[in-house]
């Protein structure tokens, strides 16, 4: 379980922060400002904090599972612009602050045996985000700007959310990931922490 926890954790989380998350462009009725184009890029997590004892780790002679919890980011920037779909015509573009805070990960790995060393890939992956806080600030219509987020928050919360789980799914090959590893002698047999 030591080594899981200083192999798997480690590269599963590098592997989120660098996901390249593609860039959303959505239309939406805003209050108060009106049917708006709206579109966020530079979308993901800078850095991932969270506690050992929120980590359960359970081995197979087959599989590896990992459920990680209560996960916060860093404070990371993304671009956004706007505008306005009817008179007046307004837009504008801008950086705003996005922090994921009590997300939950959820890993699996089959484990292949070849020239009896183990070898690992993903199964499964899921990613949630329990809160995503989303901030515009220096800017005098940062009000209105933050109006707009808020409306937009589930598409950026989503598109988020689906790309961390692409990028831990797209971990490999096998090989690359992780030999040898000691895992339980009985067959379907499992240890968790």
């Known amino acids: 379980q030591e080594q899981v926890k200083e192999t798997l954790i480690p590269l599963i989380c590098e592997q989120l922060c660098k996901a390249k998350i593609p860039s959303i462009s959505q239309e939406a009725e805003v209050p108060v400002v009106g049917l708006v184009k709206f579109g966020a890029s530079g979308l993901g997590v800078e850095s991932l904090h969270f506690l050992q004892e929120h980590t359960k780790i359970e081995l197979h002679t087959d599989a590896i599972k990992i459920h990680i919890q209560h996960i916060d980011s860093a404070a990371k920037k993304l671009d956004w612009w706007y505008s306005r779909c009817s008179f007046p015509k307004i837009k ?34 899921e990613f949630g985000i329990g809160t995503l806080d989303m901030r515009v600030s220096s800017t005098f219509a940062s009000c209105i700007y933050n109006q707009i987020l808020s409306s937009l928050k589930s598409e950026i919360q989503t598109a988020i959310e689906q790309g961390l789980q692409q990028a831990v799914m797209s971990l490999g090959p096998p090989a690359q990931i992780i030999s040898p590893l000691s895992l339980p002698d009985a067959p379907g047999g499992a240890e968790e922490s």
């Open 92 to 125: 504008d573009k801008g950086k705003a602050t996005v922090q994921v805070k009590a997300a939950s990960i959820f890993v699996a790995f089959n484990v292949f045996f070849t020239s009896s060393k183990p070898r690992l890939e993903v199964s499964a992956a």
